[in-house]
């Protein structure tokens, strides 16, 4: 049996077949939102923005989803990776 | 005597996942956990994700305990998870709890993901409300992420979910009552069909849902296919699922239904403000003499009275059949913080039922109380009148879901019967003071009686005569 077929839920072939259809468009809009964010980082650094400011203009989502991809790849477990993309300024490139 | 919460039939709703499951013993609730699932309970501790979820409030906590096993064969340990003071289910959810329990899930996969984990089912029913806000109570949810696997539990996410709270916002508040009908989450397919075609439109419900019920139908039956499209799902990708989804949750909104009591408060005239202020200290002052204990508001509204029972309550349950009153009541659950106060949607003319496998899966209405007190203010005229529920069945009812009660009879002078009147014929012969006591006194002892000055509604304070 193939390993995708081992949950003990059924997660339907068309639903494993679908993601992986679209793995390409997700993961590029993981890099698109990383570009934008980093993009809001700048502009914030140039025009030194309240970093609230900042939070809201990227729709609550604190997190540097490029960073965190990155980070999380590690493949770590004991490594906590949660505050590594933390949408601070320390994270900003 | 308090609300049952999960009482023995804890089992009947754990024996799906082979990772292990609830038990009862001595009256301690504990799940059993199973050899098969070892590697992933000892990772969930030692990755440091039950603690971060533990802490952030997202996840029930649980202790070790040093029993044996319930099923010794296959067994590794068991725990003993704090028990839930009140079991509620996804279709008796407003819109907002559905979504938050959605936000919930997601969030927590994001952080398990980071910590190198996965849910590995992401299943509605995994989601409880405890003190005023949503918490994942499955223990047995996750397990070690494998790089290059797709989320397994994606499909369930979106029936489960997006499904719902897609329909819900996008065509009608009342479809959330499909969940009540399919226990695995509404079928894509159906959900698709049922969808305002906009929505093909727009990016996120277009890809999970319609694009997502497409691919179902496309693939069923060809797991060959996963062989040859095993191209990868990288983590990034993953990343992407789940924000997309996140996106997809956060954009769908909770539409300004005027419900039918929306503002029941503010537009009838029988109780002006200060005619509701004098209501509630009759209220207050019927209960101050009653173990209230586990309180079952019926037909709570907004949750005003509610709330008055609360100040002496351990627990309320504010049952509404009006999903907008329970959509505002939980908005201020969440502002106030009122952490035992549980607004839920429920129709009493046909409560929820036992579903699922051999009706036991998930408890009906009667078979989570009875509770120490109900409340039944400005309710008896919607059952009896609007639905022709004769009123020894209404007492009957009551009588075996609590111990006390605080019922607010509404006689047919009232403008709010007399409205329900003036459109069908009046058959209602038994429907007064009189016909009410004789029916009542079968099944309660009537312990105080409070006429309401200026309108011609009285309150009784009883207790049932059936000795729990």
Redesign the interface.
């Known amino acids: 049996m193939?390993?995708?077929?081992l949950?003990?839920?059924?997660?339907?072939?068309?639903?494993?077949?679908?993601?992986?259809?679209?793995?390409?468009?997700?993961?590029?809009?993981?890099?698109f939102?990383a570009i934008r964010l980093r993009i809001v980082y700048l502009f914030r650094a140039i025009f030194r923005l309240d970093p609230k400011d900042e939070a809201d203009a990227s729709?609550?989502?604190d997190?540097d989803?490029l960073a965190?991809?990155d980070v999380?790849?590690t493949?770590?477990?004991?490594q906590?990776?949660?505050t590594?993309g933390r949408d601070s300024p320390g994270a900003a490139p | 005597m308090t609300s049952t919460g999960c009482s023995e039939d804890c089992r009947h709703a754990s024996f799906?996942?082979?990772?292990g499951f609830l038990f009862r013993r001595d009256g301690v609730l504990y799940r059993q956990i199973n050899s098969s699932y070892q590697s992933h309970y000892e990772?969930l501790l030692?990755?440091?994700l039950y603690d971060?979820l533990v802490r952030a409030g997202q996840m029930v906590p649980h202790d070790e305990a040093a029993i044996p096993a319930e099923v010794t064969d296959g067994a590794y340990r068991v725990i003993q998870p704090h028990e839930l003071p009140f079991i509620s289910y996804p279709y008796e959810w407003c819109f907002s709890q559905l979504k938050d329990a959605a936000l919930l899930t997601l969030d927590v996969q994001?952080?398990a993901?980071?910590?190198?984990?996965v849910l590995?089912?992401a299943s509605a029913y995994n989601v409880q409300m405890m003190d005023g806000h949503p918490v994942l109570i499955d223990t047995l949810s996750f397990e070690?992420?494998?790089?290059g696997?797709?989320?397994?539990?994606?499909?369930?996410f979106?029936q489960h979910f997006l499904a719902p709270l897609a329909l819900m916002s996008r065509r009608d508040i009342r479809l959330g009552q499909l969940l009540r009908c399919y226990i695995d989450g509404i079928p894509l397919d159906l959900a698709s069909r049922l969808l305002p075609k906009r929505t093909f439109l727009t990016f996120t419900l277009g890809?999970h849902i319609h694009?997502?019920a497409r691919?179902?139908?496309?693939?069923?039956?060809?797991?060959k296919?996963?062989?040859r499209?095993?191209?990868?799902?990288?983590?990034?990708?993953?990343?992407?699922?789940i924000?997309?989804l996140?996106?997809a949750v956060?954009k769908l909104t909770c539409p300004a239904v005027r419900g039918e009591w929306s503002d029941y408060y503010a537009s009838q005239h029988n109780y002006a403000e200060e005619g509701l202020e004098k209501k509630e200290a009759v209220i207050e002052d019927l209960l101050a003499d009653v173990p209230v204990g586990v309180v079952w508001d019926l037909g709570a509204n907004t949750g005003r009275f509610s709330r008055i029972a609360q100040r002496r309550a351990s627990l309320t349950v504010a049952w509404d059949v009006d999903p907008t009153c329970v959509e505002l009541n939980y908005r201020q659950v969440l502002r106030d913080r009122e952490e035992d106060l549980l607004p839920l949607w429920l129709d009493l003319t046909n409560p929820s039922g036992g579903t699922g496998w051999a009706n036991v899966e998930r408890m009906s209405f009667m078979r989570r109380g009875p509770v120490d007190t109900a409340l039944a203010l400005g309710l008896i005229h919607h059952i009896a009148i609007a639905n022709n529920v004769p009123l020894d069945r209404i007492a009957a009812f009551l009588a075996d879901l609590c111990r006390w009660l605080v019922i607010e009879f509404v006689p047919k002078e009232d403008s709010q019967v007399q409205r329900m009147l003036s459109t069908r014929q009046d058959i209602f012969n038994n429907y007064h003071a009189e016909g009410f006591q004789a029916a009542f006194n079968k099944r309660f002892t009537v312990e105080k009686i409070v006429p309401i000055d200026g309108i011609k509604r009285t309150i009784y304070l009883m207790k049932t005569r059936n000795g729990f």
């Open positions: 193939h390993r995708f077929l949950a003990y839920i059924d997660p339907g072939t068309g639903s494993l077949i679908f993601q992986m259809l679209v793995a390409g468009a997700l993961s590029a809009l993981v890099v939102k729709e609550g989502n997190i989803p965190s991809a999380a790849s493949g770590d477990p004991a906590p990776t949660e590594a | 799906r996942d082979p990772s990772l030692n990755c440091g971060e994001k952080k993901l980071a910590r190198g984990m590995k089912d070690q992420y494998v790089e696997r797709p989320w397994v539990a994606y499909r369930q979106c890809l694009a997502h691919s179902q139908r496309r693939y069923a039956d060809r797991p296919q996963i062989r499209a095993r191209a990868g799902f990288s983590r990034r990708s993953f990343i992407g699922l924000d997309s996140e996106s956060k």
